[in-house]
């Protein structure tokens, strides 16, 4: 079993992880998988909160995935142990908790997954660089030509993509119908997924980001995901 969902913002978004809220993981074990598509924030400060609830996380029968979304202290997150993780790159952050790196396709249960985690703050004026807010939080360029290296090699085909924002045009539809229209600028990963999704194969396309659940009407292939638990 393989579900995605939503932000979790360290704890604060955390309840719907719970067994109460997600009674299907009463069936999963540590080969099946719970992803949670950025801003996962329990790499905040490694303190007694977040060490206490990546156990609570490890505790549980399955094992949690998450790509990075624009709340993480990328900093401190770069800081744990790089693996191969199911044939692409991932940081191993608990006994069984794993943060699929960008650029990256991964292979879970017979499926590919290409991961491009980051998106931009659009509270940047209420945090500080450092502490708050990461220069990190959208990728390099080494991570773009990454990115396309891992597409070229897989023929640009995979049966899933998980991103935490959306491309140009699906995130002015989502911002269109959330009355936000100028709180999400287009930057370059929107552009840069914008680009790829014309190129690439793909099944269906899950994202986080806006804080809402929501499919597209323009890409009816594409899901933003927040409180809700999708099984794929």
């Known amino acids: 079993m393989i579900l995605v969902t939503g932000d979790i913002h360290g704890c ?6 719970s067994a109460k809220a997600n009674p299907a993981q009463k069936l999963m074990s540590k080969d099946d998988f719970l992803i949670i598509a950025g801003d996962f924030g329990l790499v905040w400060n490694n303190d007694a909160e977040d060490l206490w609830w990546r156990k609570w996380l490890d505790m549980k029968p399955y094992t949690t995935l998450f ?20 044939g692409g790159k991932a940081h191993r952050i608990g006994n069984s908790i794993y943060h699929l790196k960008r650029g990256e396709m991964f292979e879970l249960q017979g499926k590919k997954f290409f991961t491009m985690g980051g998106a931009e703050s659009h509270d940047k004026e209420f945090r500080e660089i450092g502490s708050s807010l990461w220069e990190q939080e959208l990728p390099s360029e080494t991570e773009y030509a990454h990115a396309l290296e891992t597409l070229d090699k897989n023929g640009w085909k995979t049966d899933y993509i998980l991103t935490h924002c959306a491309p140009s045009s699906v995130q002015h539809e989502i911002a269109g119908k ?20 014309q190129k690439i194969e793909y ?5 986080g980001h806006y804080h809402t659940d929501m499919a597209s009407e323009i890409e009816p292939r594409f899901n933003v995901l927040f409180n809700s638990i999708v099984e794929i």
Do not use: M, Q, R
């Open 12 to 17: 604060s978004d955390i309840g719907k992880l």
């Open 67 to 86: 790509i990075d979304g624009n709340h993480e202290n990328f900093d401190l997150l770069e800081t744990f142990e790089e693996v191969e993780f199911c």
């Open 178 to 197: 959330l009355g936000l229209e100028n709180e999400y600028p287009d930057n370059k990963l929107n552009e840069f997924l914008e680009d790829i999704g």
């Open 203 to 207: 099944k269906f396309w899950f994202a």
